[in-house]
């Protein structure tokens, strides 16, 4: 696991509940951590930007947070959020006997190996054109290794395609991870 110190964080808050300070900078520390130095003025969910901007000649990156429940409490000082590297990714389902796109099918994800991911096992579901998309999450970059198992309509069996290698990188750009047969031939 990689983790990096002094590397610059501001908070920009967005929306939701008034926070004080609104917009603050701190570094991580050795462990990769930083804390989170605003107090919310209200309950609610307080929301709020992420601007990790890490030495030359890497680009800063924009981490859109999601609503976090704010709520009166003293300083906790334990309190911390660690960046982890999100890859999103997309891939696509056809059956091997006719070429037809798999539409409507669930996949599960399950991590077999590799780099640790914040998600170790969860489903999706195939839309129209046989395409489905994934998010692997780690904390630096690595390569998460998995199983995609996907439910084929009844009675056939699920089918499991192992090996699955997926490279964790920093952008919010999706990338097709690949294109697998399913089914009997």
């Known amino acids: 696991m990689v983790r990096s110190a002094g590397i610059s964080v501001e908070f920009e808050r967005t929306g939701g509940v008034a926070a004080s300070p609104d917009t603050f900078t701190v570094q991580t520390n050795d462990a990769g951590r930083f804390p989170l130095i605003t107090t919310p003025l209200a ?61 409507s099918l669930t996949v599960e994800f399950r991590r077999t190996a590799g780099s640790p991911s914040r998600r170790t096992l969860f489903t999706v579901q195939t839309n129209s054109v046989g395409r489905f998309a994934i998010e692997a999450t780690a904390p630096g970059p690595g390569q998460v290794v998995a199983e995609l198992i996907v439910h084929l309509p009844s009675p056939q069996a699920p089918d499991t395609i192992t090996g699955v290698v997926i490279t964790t990188f920093a952008s919010d750009q999706m990338r097709f991870l690949g294109r697998w047969a399913i089914g009997p031939p």
């Open 43 to 103: 309950v609610g969910n307080l929301v709020g930007n992420l601007i990790v901007r890490p030495p030359a000649p890497e680009l800063p990156e924009t981490i859109f947070a999601s609503p976090c429940p704010a709520r009166y409490q003293p300083a906790r000082p334990d309190r911390h959020l660690e960046l982890w590297i999100r890859a999103e990714l997309c891939g696509e389902l056809f059956y091997q006997h006719t070429g037809l796109l798999a539409d």
